[in-house]
């Protein structure tokens, strides 16, 4: 895939030569700047396959700087505390520590939209992560991905981590407007896998026993 990658982007910047000397050509012809025409010529071949990747990453960077992080509502001490004998009570539907199992009973599709999907998965009787999915702008392949530790039975939210990719859609997993744009993908922000392995191993303190 790299090599035909390369191919590729050689064959474009040879294209975008050529039209950049003709541009220069013709305007030589008609008595106009070849300077222009040549400049002109080589921004629009730059814009066609590039438009995109500054606007991307600046608005990239401002969700990572402005939202995404992790945070914890209530511990799992003031949970218990709060919840007198229940953590005994529960069941883990976790069979592989730090992953989902495929066959917890609660685990469901909540929302598909094609701009907006969400998970339920439960870890046990008491408590479900949510993992949502959101595009943030028609434009610009920009992903939101949440996730949130919630108490079912009171409807509160415990923890929440929320993070940002760029260069995919909820629509097109495989990429938005494609793998051909390798340039616009970053999995996450700057420290995200780090938060998101922080926010696992937060939610495995309230898995239960296991089954």
Not at 48 to 63: A, E, N, S
Not at 118 to 123: C, E, F, H, L, S
Not at 183 to 196: A, F, K, N, Y
Request: a positive charge; aromatic letters at 12%; glycine letters at 10%.
């Amino acid at each position: 895939m790299g090599i035909i990658l390369l191919a590729l982007a050689g064959l474009y910047l040879v294209f975008s030569l050529g039209v950049v000397i003709g541009a220069m050509a013709y305007a030589r012809r008609e008595g106009r700047s070849t300077k222009r025409w040549g400049w002109s010529a080589a921004l629009m071949m730059y814009l066609i396959p590039f438009w995109d990747w500054i606007p991307t990453m600046v608005v990239h960077q401002y969700y990572c700087a402005t939202e995404a992080g992790f945070w914890v509502y209530k511990t799992p001490e003031q949970w218990i505390k709060e919840n007198p004998g229940v953590m005994e009570t529960l069941v883990s539907y976790n069979r592989s520590p730090g992953g989902f199992s495929p066959d917890w009973p609660s685990r469901h599709e909540l929302r598909n939209d094609g701009h907006e999907k969400t998970n339920v998965n439960a870890i046990n009787q008491r408590l479900n992560v949510l993992v949502s999915w959101q595009d943030t702008t028609i434009i610009l392949p920009i992903v939101r991905a949440e996730n949130t530790l919630v108490d079912v039975k009171k409807n509160e939210v415990i923890a929440r981590y929320i993070d940002f990719g760029s260069g995919n859609s909820v629509k097109n997993t495989v990429g938005a407007p494609g793998p051909m744009k390798f340039w616009l993908h970053r999995s996450d922000c700057i420290g995200g896998s780090e938060r998101h392995i922080e926010f696992g191993k937060f939610y495995l303190q309230f898995r239960g026993t296991e089954k």
